[in-house]
């Protein structure tokens, strides 16, 4: 089946994505290497942690792009601790306008991925 264009939409923002994690990775990596932080100490973890994330994501983009269910499952997954993160985002204070987004944005995507034509492309039983 087709790819639908939303699912190449949210492959190319996966990818890229993946892309931004692993430069700032790098970055962060770089300041361990050559700066002042000493190795296996909270920064170094935290760029092995976000080298681990662009890796992650620009495997889910390339899912997308080749219509792997496990991408559909992992999308639907991330939706829902998106929306976990609102809730939690509007209790500690979040404006009006950015608890809206974050809720928003998700539950379109939720609603997209739950199509037929999105679950049929996927092989998901609807």
Do not use: H
């Not at 050559?34 to 662009?54: D, K, R």
């Not at 390339?62 to 997954?77: D, E, I």
């Not at 404006?95 to 991925?113: K, R, T, W």
């Amino acid at each position: 089946m087709k790819r639908p264009a939303g699912i190449t939409i949210i492959a190319v923002l996966s990818l890229a994505a993946g892309v931004i994690f692993l430069l700032q990775g790098v970055r962060i990596l770089g300041y361990v290497v050559f700066g002042p932080a000493p190795a296996f100490s909270n920064i170094s973890l935290t760029g092995w942690w976000t080298l681990l994330m662009g890796v992650i994501w620009i495997s889910v983009g390339g899912a997308f792009l080749t219509l792997k269910p496990w991408a559909w499952l992992f999308g639907v997954f991330m939706v829902g601790i998106s929306l976990v993160e609102a809730f939690f985002g509007s209790l500690n204070g979040w404006q009006f306008g950015d608890m809206f987004v974050a809720m928003i944005v998700p539950l379109i995507i939720l609603g997209y991925l739950n199509t037929e034509k999105v679950k049929t492309a996927f092989d998901m039983e609807g």
